[in-house]
C-alpha cells in the first residue's frame, strides 16, 4: 500500500496534471485524492511503526527502484507519521462528509489518538494529552453509539451508527481471501451451521482462550458476549481440535433485517477499522493516565455509555472506583475483541510479554509462560533482510 499512495502523490502533483491536459476542477478533485492517499500511506507506515518498529523508509521523493532503503528509526517513523496527519488534517473532508469508505478527518483524528496513546511504546515520551485533544474532536464531530452491536459486524454494517471508517468487502466485486472472508470463513466449525452465518462452508479455524471468556458476566446480560458453546469445551487442550475452545459469533454475512450476502464464501461485511466507542475508551485511559482537558467524570459517563449499549440498560454501569486501568484493559477486550486491537493493547499495559499476564497457550505451553520481551516487535521477514544489505534485524531474533 505505501508504494501504491507512493506512485500516486509521484504522479499527480499539480505541474504534471497540467501538463496532462487536467482542468482545474479536477485537479483540485484529485488533490483530495492525494490528501486521502498520504492518510493511507501514513496509516500504513502506523501499522509498519507498530509492528516491525524500525523499517526501510521510502517516499514519493525518492526514485523507483534506483537505490536499497534505508531504515528508519521508530522514533523517527513516529514523527513521520505524526507530520504528514498533521499535515492533511485541515485537507480532508469534514466528518460525515465523505463517501462511506473513504477518510475524512475524524479518522485522521482517530489515527493521531491512537499514535499518541502508544507514544512511550514508540520511544516518545507521554502524549496522553494530545490523545484527549483528538478523541474529543471525533466525540464532537456528532457521531453515535449503535444500539444494536451486532448490526456493527453483518453484511449490512454500512448503515450501522458508530462506524467511523471502515474497509469495504464485497461478495461480487471485492473478493479476497483476508479481510472478514477470514474472520467469518474461520470462525465457523464443529457443529455451528454455515447458513447462519451466511457462508457456504467453515474453516474450523478460530476459537477464543478461556481467559477471555471469563472477561464476561457468567449470565447473558452483556450482548456483546457472542460465543458458541454447544460441543465446545471452554479449555483448550489440543489446539488443532476445533472443538476446544468457545467459538465466536460476532462476525456473520447475514444482514441486520434477514438472509445472507451475495456470496457463500466472500462476505458483504465491511470491517470498521475506526468506532466511536475506541474514540471513547482511549479519551478514558488517556485521563486515567494523567493527560490534561478531560475529567474522570467524562471518562465514566463515555465507559458507561458503551455499557448502557452492551447491556441494554444501565444493569452493566459502573461507578468511579472501578474506573481504573485494567479494568479500561478489559472494557476494551470485551468491546473491540477481534477488530485487530488486542496485541497493542497488551503491549501499552506491559502484559503481552514476561509473566505479569499468563493465558493459555502463551509461549506455546498449554497452561501458558512467560515471554521474551524480544515478542513485542515482529521480526523483520528473511526476505526483506536477504534483498537489503542496509537492514538490522531486531534484537532477539
Excluded at 452491536?149 to 466485486?173: C, E, R, S, V, W
Excluded at 471468556?213 to 489446539?239: C, E, H, L, W
Excluded at 478531560?294 to 472501578?322: H, Q
Aim: charged share 20%; proline share 3%.
Amino acid at each position: 500500500q505505501i508504494s501504491l499512495c507512493n506512485e500516486f502523490i509521484r504522479e499527480t502533483t499539480n505541474q504534471k496534471l497540467e501538463d496532462r491536459g487536467f482542468s482545474d476542477s479536477q485537479i483540485s478533485t484529485i488533490d483530495l485524492y492525494r490528501s486521502e492517499a498520504r492518510f493511507l500511506r501514513a496509516f500504513s507506515y502506523f501499522h509498519a511503526l507498530d509492528m516491525f518498529g524500525n523499517v526501510p523508509f521510502v517516499t514519493e521523493e525518492n526514485a523507483v527502484g534506483s537505490f536499497l532503503p534505508e531504515q528508519i528509526d521508530r522514533t523517527e517513523l513516529f514523527d513521520y507519521v505524526e507530520s504528514e496527519l498533521l499535515a492533511i488534517e485541515d485537507l480532508l473532508m469534514a466528518p460525515k462528509t465523505n463517501v462511506y469508505g473513504r477518510v475524512d478527518q475524524a479518522s485522521a483524528w482517530m489515527l493521531l489518538a491512537r499514535l499518541y496513546l502508544n507514544a512511550e511504546v514508540y520511544g516518545k515520551t507521554a502524549k496522553n494529552t494530545e490523545t484527549i485533544t483528538y478523541a474529543k474532536k471525533v466525540i464532537a464531530a456528532g457521531y453515535e453509539l449503535e444500539d444494536n452491536y451486532a448490526k456493527m459486524f453483518m453484511a449490512d454494517n454500512h448503515t450501522a451508527k458508530g462506524i467511523i471508517f471502515a474497509i469495504p468487502y464485497d461478495g461480487t466485486n471485492t473478493k479476497t481471501w483476508g479481510g472478514t472472508t477470514f474472520i467469518i470463513n474461520a470462525q465457523v466449525g464443529g457443529s455451528m451451521l454455515p447458513a447462519d452465518f451466511g457462508i457456504s462452508g467453515g474453516w474450523w479455524g478460530l476459537r477464543v482462550k478461556p481467559q477471555f471468556v471469563d472477561k464476561f458476566p457468567t449470565d447473558n446480560s452483556d450482548k456483546r458476549k457472542m460465543f458458541y458453546t454447544a460441543g465446545q469445551t471452554k479449555d483448550i487442550a489440543d489446539m488443532f481440535n476445533f472443538n476446544n475452545g468457545y467459538a465466536v459469533t460476532k462476525w456473520k454475512n447475514v444482514k441486520s433485517t434477514g438472509g445472507a450476502g451475495v456470496d457463500g464464501t466472500h462476505p458483504d461485511t465491511d470491517e470498521p477499522v475506526f468506532r466511536l466507542a475506541d474514540a471513547y475508551l482511549m479519551f478514558a485511559e488517556a485521563v486515567l493516565r494523567g493527560g490534561t482537558g478531560g475529567t474522570t467524570g467524562e471518562a465514566l459517563g463515555y465507559v458507561n455509555e458503551i455499557r448502557t449499549k452492551a447491556y441494554g440498560s444501565t444493569a452493566g454501569n459502573i461507578n468511579s472506583d472501578a474506573l481504573t486501568l485494567s479494568f479500561i484493559l478489559d472494557e476494551r477486550a470485551r468491546e473491540l475483541y477481534w477488530e485487530g486491537h488486542r496485541r497493542t493493547d497488551l503491549i501499552r499495559f506491559g502484559q503481552f510479554t514476561g509473566g505479569t499476564y499468563i493465558w493459555a497457550w502463551k509461549g506455546g505451553v498449554k497452561d501458558g509462560v512467560a515471554t521474551d520481551s524480544k515478542y513485542n516487535l515482529y521480526p523483520i521477514p528473511d526476505a526483506d533482510m536477504g534483498a537489503n544489505p542496509n537492514l538490522i534485524q531486531n534484537t532477539g531474533y
